[in-house]
């Protein structure tokens, strides 16, 4: 059975940082698609960042591209979100999802979901 269970979410303030962990089970992270995705109260939900394959291939979003990384551990099976210079427009609840196809990093590609995690950025 596939699950995704996230942790870290918190209150920051802006210029600060935060590190979001999506541990796996049922799956292994090394060989599928797993991606951040955020939605903010009243907007779509969007994609943040995934690594795709056993190469390990990244994609950001261009609001996120030198800020946040994204990386995996495989003895953990865990999925992490460094979040630095964080921003109030990053204020959202992040989700992660897998992908087993490896398909683009978009909401709509991804078949599983965790249960969210609450960021809030404060001026």
């Known amino acids: 059975q596939v699950r995704l269970v996230e942790s870290g979410g918190d209150s920051v303030q802006a210029g600060g940082s935060l590190r979001l962990s999506c541990r796996a089970s049922g799956f292994t992270v090394d060989y599928f698609g797993v991606g951040w995705f955020r939605q903010a109260p009243g907007k779509e939900r969007e994609a943040v960042s995934c690594i795709k394959g056993s190469q390990g291939n990244t994609y950001y979003a261009d609001s996120v591209q030198g800020r946040f990384t994204i990386s995996r551990d495989r003895a953990r099976n865990t999925i992490y979100l460094q979040m630095n210079n964080l921003k109030p427009e990053d204020t959202a609840v992040y989700y992660c999802?897998?992908?087993?196809?490896?398909?683009?990093?978009?909401?709509?590609?991804?078949?599983?979901w965790g249960q969210g995690t609450q960021v809030t950025v404060s001026p």
């Open positions: 999802a897998a992908d087993f196809e490896n398909r683009l990093c978009t909401p709509n590609e991804y078949d599983y």
